[in-house]
C-alpha cells in the first residue's frame, strides 16, 4: 500500500505540472479581484466529472478557514467538479471525531491531530500544509520580571488542555522549569488580571486580543514555539489512505481550489471578510470585523508571506519527525508512519500566474 501511494505521489508531480501548466486561463479566472465573483466558463470544465466530499474544518468559522469559504462561495470547487459539503468544526464537533467516525471525507487537523488518528488505525494522509509554522505561543508582561523562558520557574501559567499542552510540556522540559499549569479554557482574562505569569495564545488570535484589552506590544514578552526548536506545523489538509488512492484527482482538485480560495480572500479581504461574517452568524458566533481582519491578514503572511512561498502546501519532514519524537516522548503515540508515506505534496505554488 506504501509503495502504491509513492507511485502515486511521483505521478501527481507529472499530472499537477501538465494540468496547471495548461490551464493559465483557468488560473488568471481564478484569483480575479473584480468587484463581482469570478464568473466561470463552463466550456473549460465540462468533461470534469462530479464528485461529493465533505470537509471539515477543526474549528468554529471564523477568519482561518477563510479560503474554503471564499473557494466554496466563489465556485471554485464546483469548477473543479466538487460538489463540497463543509460542516462545522468547534469544541461540539471535533473535526478529528468527525474523521474518526467517517463522516467526512477531508479535514483540517493539526499534525499531533492526525498522529493520534494513525494511532488508533485511522489511516489518514496529509495532502497539503497550510500552515508549515506554528502560531501557537506563550506571553508575558514584561512587568512580571520575564525576559527569557527560565524567568517562568516556579510560576503559574496558563494553558489549553489536549494537543495544546504538548509543546508547553517539551519547553519546559527543555530549560528545565518547573511551571504550575493552569487550565485557562477560551479566556485570557486570567493573564489580564495577573492570575498567570504567562498564558497560551495564537499570534493571529488571542494575541490580539491581548493587545486590544489595553497592553501593548512593547509591554509583552514573547516566546513562539519555533523558535525553540518546537514548530509543530498545525493546520493541514488531511484524508483518508483509501479514499485518496481511490480517486486522487479529486483530492488535487480539492487542494488546487482551496488554495485558489486563499489567494483570492487576501487579493479581496473586504469581500471575504463579508462572506466569514455571513458564516459565523449562521452558526450564531458573534462577529468582530478588526478581529477578523487581523486574522485574515496573518494568515497572509503565515501561507504565502504576502507574496510568492515556494513552499506553500509543503509539509517539512524534519518538523513531521521532531512533532513525532516529542509525542513518543510524551505517551501519544506509539509509532508513526514513514514520512514518505505520511505526506503527499499535491500543491507547487509556481504553478500559479
Not at 520557574?153 to 519546559?172: C, E, H, R, T
Not at 513562539?224 to 484527482?249: H, M, Q, T, W
Not at 487579493?267 to 458564516?279: A, C, D, G, H, Y
Not at 503572511?301 to 513552499?311: C, D, P, Q, T, W
Request: net charge neutral; charged share 20%.
Amino acid at each position: 500500500m506504501s509503495d502504491r501511494l509513492y507511485s502515486i505521489s511521483f505521478l501527481l508531480v507529472i499530472f499537477i505540472s501538465f494540468f496547471f501548466a495548461s490551464c493559465g486561463k483557468i488560473q488568471k479566472e481564478n484569483i480575479s479581484d473584480s468587484d463581482s465573483l469570478v464568473k466561470l466558463n463552463p466550456e473549460l470544465y465540462k468533461d470534469i466529472p462530479s464528485k461529493k466530499l465533505v470537509f471539515i474544518p477543526h474549528w468554529s468559522p471564523q477568519a482561518q478557514f477563510a479560503g474554503y469559504y471564499a473557494a466554496y462561495e466563489n465556485g471554485f470547487y464546483r469548477k473543479y467538479g466538487i460538489d463540497l459539503v463543509i460542516l462545522n468544526g468547534g469544541p461540539n464537533n471535533k473535526a478529528s471525531d468527525v474523521m474518526e467516525k467517517n463522516n467526512a471525507d477531508v479535514a483540517s487537523l493539526w499534525l499531533t491531530n492526525a498522529l493520534q488518528l494513525i494511532e488508533k488505525k485511522i489511516d489518514l494522509i496529509n495532502i497539503a500544509q497550510i500552515l508549515p509554522k506554528s502560531a501557537l505561543m506563550l506571553i508575558a508582561k514584561k512587568s512580571s520580571g520575564v525576559s527569557k523562558i527560565e524567568d517562568l520557574n516556579n510560576s503559574k501559567v496558563g494553558v489549553w488542555g489536549g494537543d495544546y499542552i504538548i509543546q508547553p510540556m517539551a519547553l519546559f522540559k527543555k530549560y528545565n522549569v518547573n511551571v504550575t499549569l493552569v487550565p485557562q479554557l477560551g479566556s485570557i482574562n486570567l493573564f489580564l488580571l495577573n492570575g498567570v505569569k504567562a498564558t497560551t495564545a495564537m499570534w493571529y488570535n488571542e494575541y490580539n486580543t491581548i493587545i486590544n484589552s489595553g497592553l501593548n506590544p512593547d509591554e509583552l514578552t514573547t516566546f513562539f514555539y519555533y523558535d525553540y526548536d518546537l514548530n509543530f506545523p498545525e493546520e493541514g489538509i488531511y484524508c483518508f489512505r483509501e479514499k485518496f488512492l481511490a480517486d486522487s484527482v479529486s483530492y488535487v482538485y480539492f487542494v488546487k481550489a482551496t488554495f485558489e480560495g486563499w489567494q483570492w480572500s487576501f487579493l479581496n479581504p473586504e469581500k471575504t471578510l463579508l462572506i466569514v461574517k455571513e458564516k459565523m452568524k449562521s452558526a450564531n458566533l458573534p462577529y468582530n470585523y478588526p478581529h477578523q481582519k487581523w486574522m485574515l491578514e496573518k494568515f497572509n503572511e503565515m501561507i504565502f508571506h504576502h507574496g510568492k512561498n515556494e513552499n506553500a502546501g509543503l509539509l517539512d519532514e524534519k518538523d513531521y519527525y521532531k512533532v513525532v519524537e516529542e509525542m513518543k516522548k510524551e505517551n501519544y503515540i506509539k509509532t508513526a508512519p514513514e514520512f514518505k508515506n505520511f505526506f503527499v505534496r499535491t500543491y507547487y505554488y509556481n504553478t500559479q500566474p
